[in-house]
């Protein structure tokens, strides 16, 4: 995983693929640096390159910005920005990218632009949406609050002025994802009353390592929810193990690949799901609930093996095809996907730790435990 980030070193910081051959035929755009796939690496290489990391925070530090003072979507490998980006206009930004840069920036012991703190601030207290992670949709979503919250409260540190600003917003953001609970569904969606989506796994995952604000118990039981929701809608089987789809009904199928424009599996699901499953295990032995504990420690290693089982996970794919292959269409040896398994693997670890590994005698006692989170969550 090392080898794959820092095969995609570039001069203006990482790409988000790895440079030349590994992205296929219609895929330009992925070699490019998008500052958030090289944030959320750099996020993860501190822990193990801590150097790298510097390196790659201070160089989206000085990335070049728009008028506005925020970033453009990608920028070129020597870093000038792409204007061929769709998300380059006003109220067509993926707001996310700035906050996670911020969020790297302040991690990492780096000074950020002053003026682009200030212009995301503007952006996010206006209400202006935001473009989605993999889609050309605007609109207000689960992870990119989680993303905003975790980056501004960042923020407050690089920018001491704006301290109180940034706990006005955060504090909104906090708010604001009670609007993401669906009581119907039993789970945070992908927008208000919208779909179930892997991608909310990434956002409660930030939430739970970079805690822009303590989350309550009902939070935490939420979020538990939430990854069951999504193994049960969401997961496929795949050759011999298991992936996670995006959703039952994409928006936009890129690969045009399935019915309803399902897509292929992303790996990059499995990971995001066991990452959350690890942090909650911690929060939840932070609690002396060790019966939930245990039993998101025990998913949190079910869906990382998950991963490591399907043939293709070596080349740290976008999609795999349904016998867990990279088919020659899908982008590989992203930075991302192998930060990601780091990160997937190191918070299992941690998950084992705090469960003293306590073992669960009897299902029972844990259909109990669960049936309990759900009564909170409501």
Known sequence: ALEAVSANA???????????PNAPDGHAEYVHVWPRDAALAALELVNSDAAAAK????????????????????????????PRGWCNEKGKRQLDQDALVFLAAQKLGLAAPIKSIGALLTEVEAGTPSTD???????????????LACGINAAAKLAPEQKLRCKNVVSMLAQSLDSF??????????????????????GITLLLQFKPFNPDFRFLCRSLLTLDKI???LSVRVGCSKALIRYKEDFWDGERVGPAGIGRPWPMGNLFVSEAYSLLAIEFSRLKNKK????CRRKARAWLAAAEELPGFNEFPEQVDPEGFVPASSP?????????YLKATRLLASA???CDVARVGRAAVVCAAVYHVSRVAN
């Not at 790659?56 to 000085?62: E, I």
């Not at 992670?133 to 993303?147: I, L, R």
């Not at 939930?292 to 039993?295: C, G, K, N, T, V």
């Open 10 to 20: 570039c001069q203006a910081g990482i790409a988000a693929a790895a440079i030349g």
């Open 55 to 82: 390196s790659v925070a201070g160089a989206l530090c000085s990335l070049k910005r728009d008028s506005e003072f925020l970033l453009f979507q990608r920028y070129e490998l020597n870093g000038d920005p792409d």
């Open 133 to 147: 992670v993999w889609e050309q949709k605007q609109g207000y979503f689960f992870y990119t609050s989680c993303a």
């Open 181 to 202: 609970w669906n009581n119907e569904l039993k789970c945070f969606t992908k927008t208000p009353n919208g779909t179930i989506d892997f991608e909310a796994a990434l």
């Open 231 to 233: 193994e049960r809608e």
């Open 292 to 295: 939930i504990a245990e039993l």
């Open 332 to 340: 590989k040896k992203l930075s991302w996907c192998a930060a990601e």
């Open 352 to 354: 084992r730790k705090a």
